[in-house]
């Protein structure tokens, strides 16, 4: 059984176009994260929601969007990208946001050309 | 602001090797801590971990780290490397409370030597 699964996770897409990674947790934890780790491999948050609800939101542009339509799932829409855009996106998810371990999915690698 | 310094992008090791890859916060609250290694094309896997208590952490793979609140450091070691060791290691400390986020460390890649 998967802790924390992600789909797809490749994908290759054209500046412009609009997708979605999607990321499921059967771990029955409450907070979910998306971090974003570029090229050179440096991990840096983008959301977190605990229990649905919004609860950390760096300083993303506008057309990364998350949705958690339950507290099992977390999904990432992506507008209008940009070569900028192009990294390995993962999500993650806890018990308790901040102290416990949070346990990471294996990624979703994003090339936009 | 608060970060995590990990000394050393690369660091190369014989099998059978001490592996000692350094790790430092800065914050004078004491965070919690944590060790994560990254196999190629793999998500992280939580390696330890301090909250609180004892301040010498064993963890998985024979791995272990000492929390030393007076150096701000959690360096991570283990006796012996092996050749499965190699990978990418990323120390990231947090604070606690449900918006405080894991802050991550820029990693350290080991390499292990036949």
């Known amino acids: 059984d998967t802790a924390v699964s992600q789909t797809p996770k490749y994908l290759v897409t054209q500046m412009g176009n609009d997708k979605s990674i999607k990321c499921e947790q059967n771990l029955g934890h409450d907070t979910m994260y998306w971090y974003k780790q570029d090229s050179k491999k440096f991990l840096k948050i983008m959301f977190s929601?605990?229990?649905?609800?919004?609860?950390i939101n760096e300083t993303v542009p506008n057309r990364f969007s998350p949705k958690s339509p339950d507290k099992a799932h977390l999904n990432l829409h992506i507008n209008s990208l940009e070569l900028g855009d192009s990294a390995v996106y993962f999500c993650?998810?806890?018990?308790?946001?901040?102290?416990?371990?949070?346990?990471f999915g294996p990624g979703t690698r994003l090339t936009v050309l | 602001a608060q970060s995590v310094t990990q000394l050393g992008s690369h660091v190369s090791v014989s099998e059978g090797a001490l592996v000692l890859l350094r790790c430092n916060y800065s914050s004078s609250v004491p965070p919690y801590l944590f060790w994560y290694v990254q196999y190629p094309n793999q998500g992280l896997q939580l390696l330890l971990k301090?909250?609180?208590?004892?301040?010498l952490v064993k963890g998985i793979n024979g791995f272990e780290a000492e929390f030393k609140k007076s150096e701000t450091s959690f360096h991570l070691t283990k006796p012996s490397a092996h050749m499965s060791d190699a990978a990418e290691y990323f120390c990231a400390v947090s604070y606690g409370g449900a918006t405080n986020k894991l802050i991550f460390g820029t990693g350290t890649l080991l390499a292990v030597q036949p």
């Open positions: 929601y605990n229990n649905k609800e919004l609860i």
């Open positions: 993650a998810s806890s018990q308790v946001a901040g102290r416990d371990e949070q346990f």
């Open positions: 301090y909250t609180t208590g004892a301040t």
